[in-house]
């Protein structure tokens, strides 16, 4: 079964600040990750989704990296900004499960102006 | 955004009353997945569908059955509702498998 913790579970810092999100995951025979970003009371809005044979994957100031054989991933994100302030989700497909996303329960962070 | 409506959005009902939560798309995506969120638990996949009439369960499908008569519409129907089954449900959607997915704004159900 796979297992997905996400550290911290919250994250406070000021704006302008880079940071980077962490996501660790049990089972390495996975077949993509995808981060999302969840705000108060909506839906969860697709940030990047990397396949198993990528490394990172890049959008605007976001940034996401895969490290398949240590189980993590992590979202880098630049130049913080208030606007950024929301709950931080990974999520992970097995190889052979592709319909079957496991989340992590979310690191939520808070960009003070 | 990707064209998910989810009605209603929001609802009480008793315990042992029927409830049909409706997930509607426009994008013509093949894949349609039901979620629950609850504190302390993230977001589990209750069922998925892969095309018209064919679904599949997820991990908490117990108390749970969906329905898939049309490409745009996937309905998840809980036969008798219990207070475990309190939480916020999301629909997602998906053009192929293991493909990026694309939620819905969530139904809140509160069962009392």
């Known amino acids: 079964k796979q297992e997905v913790t996400q550290i911290p579970a919250a994250l406070s810092v000021p704006e302008g600040e880079n940071l980077v999100l962490n996501c660790s995951f049990t089972?390495?025979?996975?077949?993509?990750l995808q981060w999302f970003r969840q705000d108060p009371g909506k839906g969860l809005t697709s940030l990047l989704l990397?396949?198993?044979?990528?490394r990172e994957q890049t959008s605007g100031r976001l940034n996401a990296s895969l490290d398949k054989s240590s189980g993590r991933s992590t979202l880098y994100i630049a130049a913080s900004q208030p606007g950024d302030s929301a709950t931080y989700l990974c999520?992970?497909?097995?190889?052979?499960?592709?319909?079957?996303?496991?989340f992590g329960a979310g690191t939520r962070l808070t960009v003070k102006p | 955004d990707a064209g998910i409506t989810q009605s209603p959005r929001h609802k009480v009902t008793e315990t042992g009353t029927p409830v049909t939560l409706r997930c509607h798309q426009t994008e013509n995506h093949r894949y349609m997945y039901w979620y629950r969120q609850d504190p302390g638990h993230g977001l589990r996949l209750i069922h998925y569908s892969y095309g018209v009439k064919d679904t599949d369960k997820g991990e908490v499908s117990d108390g749970y059955s969906v329905s898939r008569s049309k490409t745009e519409d996937f309905l998840l129907t809980l036969e008798s509702a219990t207070s475990s089954q309190t939480s916020v449900y999301f629909c997602a959607i998906s053009e192929r498998t293991g493909g990026e997915q694309y939620f819905g704004p969530g139904t809140r159900l509160t069962v009392t």
């Open positions: 999520a992970v497909r097995r190889e052979g499960y592709n319909n079957d996303m496991r």
């Open positions: 990397i396949q198993s044979s990528q």
């Open positions: 089972d390495s025979a996975i077949y993509n």
